[in-house]
């Protein structure tokens, strides 16, 4: 009977064994597949070092986090707060789901996560989906603003997103129920904050104030 080739799955399934139960990445990826049935060959039909395995592990939770919510026919009719709070409660079920390995994975850079290599291809797939939401915020016209301002959206998201799993990591509640109130919470408070009807009207007082102090000097 011929041999069955690994998947991806199968190698990252493998990964992650090897890494709970030896608290250490495989010695070499000879050694590693020799012990889980499969060749150099096949390993690196998927993946070029165990970095870069790594790196996929989180760019899988967030896929198997996209299957999950497209599975829901709601999803695509929730506005764009709602997309984002139902994003973040699944993918912390992913996250549950895995959570010895996120933490044996992360706790050593868990005071900066955003320095953590493996978390790049999460971050550019996370930034994208938030970018797709097309969150309404102040319209500030000038087209090179209106990139700056959408930029530093996304990367405000990422950066509340690495704070949660950082609360998420140490929460010692039952079912992890104060990280389902801290998502709710922040997410509804990033919001009101982007709320543009406050900030347009400081900014027309502004503009009235500064037209009226031009028009007295002359």
Do not use: C
């Not at 939770?61 to 497209?70: A, P, Q, R, S, V």
């Not at 999460?122 to 915020?137: A, N």
């Not at 000038?142 to 959206?153: D, I, R, T, Y």
């Not at 009101?192 to 028009?215: A, H, Q, R």
């Amino acid at each position: 009977m011929a041999k069955k080739n690994k998947s991806q799955k199968d190698i990252i399934t493998a990964y992650m064994q090897h890494v709970l139960e030896h608290s250490s990445t495989p010695e070499s990826v000879y050694k590693f597949g020799k012990d889980n049935g499969f060749t150099e060959a096949e390993f690196y039909n998927f993946f070029g070092t165990f970095e870069s395995l790594e790196k996929s592990i989180f760019s899988n939770f967030f896929d198997n986090t996209m299957i999950l919510l497209e599975k829901n026919e709601e999803f695509q009719n929730f506005d764009a707060q709602n997309k984002l709070l139902s994003f973040y409660f699944t993918f912390f079920e992913v996250l549950k789901a895995n959570r010895s390995y996120v933490i044996m994975t992360l706790s050593s850079s868990k005071a900066n996560l955003k320095t953590h290599g493996v978390l790049v291809g999460l971050k550019e797939l996370f930034k994208k989906f938030v970018d797709g939401l097309d969150i309404q915020t102040l319209d500030l016209k000038q087209e090179k603003l209106e990139e700056v301002k959408q930029k530093g959206l996304s990367e405000l998201s990422w950066q509340q997103l690495l704070f949660t799993i950082n609360f998420w990591m140490e929460d010692a509640s039952a079912s992890f129920e104060k990280t389902d109130i801290f998502i709710e919470k922040s997410v509804k408070t990033s919001f009101e904050l982007m709320n543009i009807t406050p900030l347009k009207s400081l900014l027309d007082l502004g503009k009235f104030f500064v037209k009226e102090k031009i028009m007295r000097k002359n």
